[in-house]
RNA sequence: GGGCGCGUAGCUCAGUCGGUAGAGCAACUGGCUUUUAACCAGUAGGUCCCAGGUUCGACCCCUGGCGCGCUCACCA
């Protein structure tokens, strides 16, 4: 348990004292109205061209970023969410507006403190733009010390834990977070202006599906029921479209209870979209036109930076055949020859669990071989049916299906197909999967959605795209927690209880002290 | 889960062949009306992540633990 007397700074709350014997209100109820700091340097234009808003009065509103206090003036940044402004605070200006009395209660204010300053806006002799102040307002007092000015925060911990401080101290962190947010809504927009509806299907599974992944499970009372928070939403959604919603799609919260690495967290934000009488290639078109158009409007080019390399996500992406970059990568090994793949992959020191076939195998060596090399935007296409569970077969040749995934910089980025749609075919690949009796894969037959298709899917495509990587590719984040607000973390100060159970081999020498002791 | 690395003042970081620690910023006091990480003078601030061990003595060495980063494995 933290008690606030350890949270809070004593030289602060020492000054809050001061201030209330003062006659002050540190946390005043109301805000002000403020225009925009980006607003007020567009009005303020350059010194060749002033703007319209020079010697014009403005109140900003603002989390004080430093103080350069010259006795009778101070010089300080003000930072809102658009931007940074400096304020010039003279004395004489002071005396002469509203609250002359000011002037000593200067001494109260701190870095990191929220203000606001109306005052004219003008120059400075070195000519930047500044705000002259009138008038000084307390917002809100800060009582925990800012991180260093120059340097911002540095600890990736800390960055992550607290990223209400991050948010502003961190040169950039606000960015990701608003391009991030452009991102979804120019998805939103392209999808709805392609007809398709946004809906919102359950987070409870009560059976899990639509991926291999560990699940996260739960229980709920008043049911007496096990649920499992979902790995992904695709069979409800196909269920919207047997029910002839025709165009859907959900951004979707998902959780899968795996390891956590720079392209991985517990839980993620992965775009589903099914359109009936689509197909594969419908999605490919999809795919490559909304992240296109999303690099076109937000950052204005298709060039991308992602760790260390440029990617020109300019539709159309490139396409190539599953079969043909598998043989393409592991020379002389033919896809369909069992025993040149099985000696390939023993080279490769490749192993998959026992029971598993053939195409397993092949699966884990194209993983090891040719995703590295897939630097993209690149459509890898026609995936072994056998590993495609939802898939529906290339009738043209069934050991494929009409599937793809999109990779950029080595890193998969969408998943789809053409939506298996025969009820049949689907539950003996269901029942397959139970039958593989592993903790990833379904405990039971998802019944009721081979039921739904019992009464008839249309021909539909259907697409997934991991939203967080995306962000990551678009915005040049390396890790996944930098494009994420609160990464999962491990809880922090956690109390004796819970420290101990986790604890528990450590006991040892307390053995012969302890009499013996039901547990 | 494995490997490697890190954990020292509110923040960013030094440091000690083992003799209980420093700087800059922030804070406090004083000075300064045009700075841009302002400057000058002074003051205060530390469970050196935690627990054991070795030692006359541990922030430093050893063992274990906790947290984080990077990476491998698994997956999206």
Redesign the pocket.
């Known amino acids: 348990m933290i008690l606030m007397t350890e949270l809070i ?1 004593p ?2 709350l020492a ?1 809050l004292e001061r201030m209330r014997e003062a006659g002050i209100d540190p946390f005043p109820a109301r805000g002000v109205d403020s225009t925009p700091v980006a607003d007020v340097q567009a009005g303020g234009g350059t010194n060749e061209e002033p703007g319209e808003l020079i010697d014009t009065k403005v109140t900003i509103a603002g989390r004080l970023m ?8 101070i ?1 300080a ?1 003000i930072q809102d969410r658009t931007g940074r402004l ?1 304020v ?1 605070i ?3 200006r002071i005396e002469k507006g509203p609250t002359p009395d000011w002037w000593p209660e200067r ?1 109260f204010l ?3 403190d929220l203000v606001s300053i109306t005052g004219e806006l003008g120059w ?5 733009l ?1 705000i ?1 102040a009138e008038e000084v307002k307390l917002l809100s007092k800060a009582l ?15 960055r ?2 607290r990223r209400y401080v991050d948010l502003w101290a961190s040169e950039g962190v606000r960015d990701v977070f608003i391009t991030r947010s452009r991102i979804l809504s120019h998805i939103r927009s392209f999808l709805e202006s392609r007809g398709y509806l946004e809906v919102e299907t359950p987070t409870l599974h009560p059976v899990m599906g639509g ?3 560990l699940p996260f499970s739960t229980h709920h009372n008043a049911l007496d029921m096990e649920l499992f928070l979902r790995i992904a939403p695709e069979l409800y959604l196909k269920r919207l479209i047997v029910g002839g919603l025709e165009r859907v799609f959900e951004i979707s919260r ?1 959780f ?1 209870n ?11 934000t ?1 775009l589903e979209l099914y359109q009936a009488q689509g197909d594969y290639t419908h999605m490919m078109e999809i795919s490559e036109t909304m992240i296109s158009g999303a690099a076109t409007d937000i950052l204005g080019t298709t060039e991308v930076e992602f760790r260390g390399a440029t990617y020109n996500v300019q539709a159309p992406f490139q396409r190539e055949r599953y079969d043909a970059l598998f043989e393409k990568h592991n020379e002389g090994v033919s896809i369909h020859d069992e025993d040149a793949v099985a000696a390939r992959a023993k080279e490769l020191g ?1 192993t998959v669990a026992p029971g598993l076939g053939h195409w397993k195998l092949v699966g ?1 060596i194209f ?2 071989t040719v995703e590295p090399h897939l630097a993209g935007p690149i459509f890898v296409t026609h995936y072994p049916s056998a590993i495609c569970p939802l898939a529906k077969p290339d009738p043209t040749d069934t050991r494929f299906a009409e599937r793809f ?1 999109l990779f950029i910089g080595g ?3 969408a ?1 789809a197909f053409s939506e298996l749609n025969d009820p049949i075919l689907q539950m003996e690949k269901f029942e397959e999967q139970v039958a593989m009796k592993d903790p ?1 894969t379904p405990g039971e037959v998802d019944v009721d959605y081979v039921q739904a298709l019992e009464y008839g899917m249309p021909p539909a495509g259907g697409l ?1 795209i ?1 939203i ?2 995306l962000v990551m590719v678009l915005t040049g984040q ?4 930098d494009v994420l607000l609160f ?1 999962t ?4 100060g ?1 109390d004796e209880s819970e ?1 101990e159970s ?2 528990e081999p ?1 006991n040892e ?1 307390s053995d012969e002290a302890k009499p013996a002791k039901s547990e």
């Open positions: 700074h030289d602060r000054k430093g103080m350069r206090d010259f006795g009778k003036l010089f940044p400096q010039g003279q004395k004489g001494k701190d870095p990191g400075t002799q070195k000519g930047e500044t002259w925990a010390p800012p991180p260093e000015k120059f340097h911002g925060l540095a600890d990736k911990e800390v992550y834990r991926a291999t992944a998902n899968r795996e390891g956590i690495s720079n392209r991985h967290n517990p839980e993620f992965m490749v884990e993983d090891e995934e890193m998969e980025l998943n990833e997934g991991g967080d990587r390396d890790s996944i927690r990464p973390m491990r809880r922090q956690a420290a986790e604890a450590t020498a």
